[in-house]
DNA sequence: CGTTCAATTGAGAGCGATCAAGTTTAGTGG
DNA sequence: CCACTAAACTTGATCGCTCTCAATTGAACG
C-alpha cells in the first residue's frame, strides 16, 4: 500500500467542528479559530490499511483526525512490529516530522478516517503569532509522550492478562472522553494481531489470555465490541491510573 | 529520601555555560541567551540518590541537568518499576508538571548531579517573547517521546541480549555526542537492577543475559565502564538504528 | 570485622513463544 | 444465494526463555 497523498475535499468550518461539541476541548478564542481556519489547507479520506505516513520518510504535512482511528507504529528489520500508540479523533499525527524532517514511526489507518490537513512549511506561523496554539502544541507533545510512558511501564511490568485489561480501560476512557464511547461499551475495530504487537506478545498467547480474561466475566468481546462488564475490578486486576478526566485538551 | 528543594548556589552565566561547547547544541542569538540568563533563577546541586521530582507532585520548578545523571521512572502499587528514560546533561526535566501541573513519573538522580532551575510560573513568557525557544521546547518534547517509542520497541520485541545491547548503544550515543564518552568507552553509573527495570526483565536474568553477552566478546563491563568491543556486530545484532548524530539540539 | 549493597549461581516452575493444524467469519465473484 | 478465498480466530502440543525462590560470594565502608 503506498503512501497517502492529501486530495482536498468538501470542508468543513473549524467554528463548526463536529468535534468541538463533545465538551473534552478547550474553547479556541476568536483570532485563533480564524488563524487554524486559515492554516488548515483541506480534509482528507483514507480507508482502512492507507499507511498515512511512513518510517523514514519527510511529510510535508500534519494532521488532526476528525474521524477514526489509527495507530502509530515501528518494526525491526525483520519484521517484529511494536504498536506505540493509537490515534483517535482530536489527535495530532505527524508533530515528528514536523521537528526532524524524518518520521521515526509509520502511521497507519486502522478504520476509515477522516484529517484535517496542515502544511508543515506553515507550521511556524503558529509560533511566531499565536503563543497559546505554541503551548498546545507543546501540551499535545507531552500528552502523547505521556502515553508512551504508560504503555512502557504496561509492556515491561504487567502480565500478559493485565496488559490487555489495561489496554482496553485506556482506549475506552479516551473514547469516552470525546463521546465516542458510553455505557462500558467500546466498538473495537482492532484484530488480536494488532493487541499483540501492543502489548508485546504472540497471537497465540493473546488469544488465549484475552479469553481468559473474558472467561472471568470483567469483560466481553463480541462482533467487533467490547464490553467492559466490572470496571471496578478490572481497574483493581490492573493497576490502571487514568487520567483526570475533567481536564480539557487543545483541539488544532 | 524526600524530595529535593532547590536551593541557589554559586551561577556560570549561561553564555559561558561548559555544555556549549561540545558541538551537539544549536547556538543561541544574544538575546535568547540574554532571556534564558535571566530566566535561569539559580543553580541546584543533589546527591546521587536523590528523589528530584515525584510522581503525583506538582513541582514549582523545571530543571535543565548540567552534569550527572538522572532516571525517570514510574511503578504499579505493588512495586514493580519500570525506567522510562535517562536524562543526562543538556536534557530538560519537569516539562510535564508544567504542563499537567502534575508528574505522571519520578525523576531521581542516578549519581551526582547539577541543575540549572528554572521557575514554571515564568515559563508562558518563553512563548510569547520568544517563538524559537518556544519551538524548541517542542522540539525537546517530541525527541524525549521519540527515545520513549524506542524503548518500547526495546522492550516489547527485542529478546533480553538485545535489549542489553541496544541501550548500550543508547546510551554510549547520547554520551559520545555530548563530550562525555569516547573510543567506545562509557562510564556506567547503572545496577543490573537499574537495567532489569529499564529493560522489564528480571534482576536475575538480566545478570545472566549481561554476563553472556560479555562471554561473546561484543562488550565489556567492568568498574562501571562499559566498553563497546565491536560495534558492528552489535549493532547489527540488535539492530540498533541510532539518531542522526549531526543534527543540533536545542539547549534551554 | 560486622554490615550492607551489588553481583552471582543453582534449581525448579511457569509464562509465553513457536510450530502446526483446524475452524469460524467475512468478503468476493459467479 | 451459494461457492470460493482469504483473513481472523482457536486449539493442541512442545519448547525454552525468563521468573521466582534461595543461597552464596564479593566489594565497600565505617
Given at each position: ?27 479556541l478564542d476568536?483570532t485563533e479559530l480564524?488563524f ?94 499565536h503563543?497559546?496554539l ?119
Amino acid at each position: 500500500m503506498p503512501v497517502a497523498q492529501p486530495r482536498n475535499r468538501r470542508r468543513i468550518p473549524c467554528s463548526a467542528c463536529p468535534l468541538r461539541d463533545c465538551g473534552a476541548f478547550r474553547e479556541l478564542d476568536d483570532t485563533e479559530l480564524a488563524f487554524v481556519e486559515e492554516f488548515k489547507s483541506g480534509e482528507f479520506q483514507i480507508e482502512a490499511g492507507t499507511v498515512l505516513l511512513e518510517e523514514d520518510n519527510d511529510s510535508p504535512h500534519l494532521y488532526t483526525i476528525m474521524d477514526g482511528w489509527g495507530f502509530r507504529h515501528k518494526a525491526l528489520e525483520d519484521g517484529r512490529r511494536q504498536i506505540l500508540n493509537y490515534a483517535l479523533p482530536g489527535d495530532l499525527v505527524g508533530l515528528q516530522s514536523a521537528m526532524f524532517h524524518k518520521m521515526e514511526h509509520s502511521v497507519e489507518a486502522l478504520t476509515d478516517m477522516t484529517l484535517c490537513v496542515f502544511e508543515r512549511k506553515r507550521f511556524f506561523e503558529l509560533y511566531t503569532d499565536h503563543s497559546e496554539l505554541a503551548f498546545d502544541i507543546t501540551w499535545l507533545a507531552a500528552r502523547e509522550e505521556r502515553m508512551v510512558d504508560d504503555h512502557l511501564l504496561n509492556v515491561g511490568r504487567r502480565s500478559a492478562q493485565e496488559r490487555i485489561g489495561y489496554i482496553i480501560l485506556h482506549l475506552y476512557d479516551r473514547l469516552e472522553r470525546i463521546g465516542k464511547a458510553r455505557k462500558g461499551e467500546l466498538a473495537m475495530p482492532l484484530t488480536q494481531q494488532h493487541l499483540a504487537d501492543t502489548l508485546g506478545l504472540s497471537l497465540v498467547h493473546t488469544n488465549r489470555s484475552l479469553n481468559a480474561l473474558i472467561k472471568s466475566g470483567l469483560i466481553s468481546w463480541e462482533n467487533n465490541v467490547c464490553v467492559i462488564n466490572d470496571r471496578d475490578k478490572l481497574v483493581d486486576m490492573t493497576h490502571y491510573e487514568g487520567a483526570d478526566p475533567r481536564t480539557l485538551r487543545p483541539l488544532i
